[in-house]
C-alpha cells in the first residue's frame, strides 16, 4: 500500500482511504495533486544590498525539499499534495516569503515597503499570469 499525505492534517495515510484515520477529513473531497504556479518578481524595488543579489529564486516546502528552482521574473511551476506551506527565497537582499498555495492555483508576489533596504514580498492569488 502506497502512502500519502492527507491535505487537512499533513500526516501519513494509505491512498486508497476514503476517509484520514488522523482526522477524518474525507479524501474524496479535497484537492488532490496538482501544479502550481507563481510568478516570480522582477524590476524590485532594490535596496544596497541589491547589488549583489544573483537573481537567482527558490522555492522549497517547509522540510526543505526544493520544489522549483530558476530567476526572477520566471514563472515557477511545480506540483504539489494539497495545500502546502512554502518558503520562496529571492536573494540574500529580499526576506523568504512565506505562504500556503494550492493544487491548480496561480499566485504572484506583492512587494511591500521593507525596512533596513529588504524587500518584503506575500503571496497572493491571482487569476491570470504572464506567460513564460
Ligand atoms: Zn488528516
Redesign the pocket.
Known amino acids: 500500500m502506497a502512502l500519502m499525505k492527507?491535505p487537512?492534517?499533513r500526516?501519513e495515510i494509505g491512498d486508497k482511504a476514503k476517509v484520514?484515520i488522523?482526522?477524518g477529513?474525507p479524501m474524496d473531497e479535497v484537492a488532490t495533486s496538482g501544479i502550481v504556479r507563481i510568478k516570480m518578481p522582477n524590476n524590485i524595488v532594490e535596496g544596497v544590498v541589491g547589488l549583489f543579489s544573483s537573481r537567482k529564486a527558490l522555492v522549497y516546502d517547509t522540510s526543505g525539499k526544493a520544489l522549483w528552482e530558476g530567476k526572477h521574473g520566471e514563472n515557477a511551476s511545480f506540483t504539489v499534495d494539497g495545500a502546502t506551506n512554502i518558503i520562496i527565497n529571492l536573494g540574500g537582499w529580499a526576506n523568504n516569503v512565506e505562504g500556503t498555495v494550492e493544487p491548480r492555483k496561480k499566485y504572484s508576489l506583492v512587494q511591500d515597503m521593507g525596512i533596513h533596504m529588504l524587500a518584503t514580498f506575500r503571496i497572493t492569488e491571482v487569476d491570470v499570469i504572464d506567460a513564460d
Open positions: 492527507c487537512a492534517c500526516k484520514c488522523n482526522c477529513c
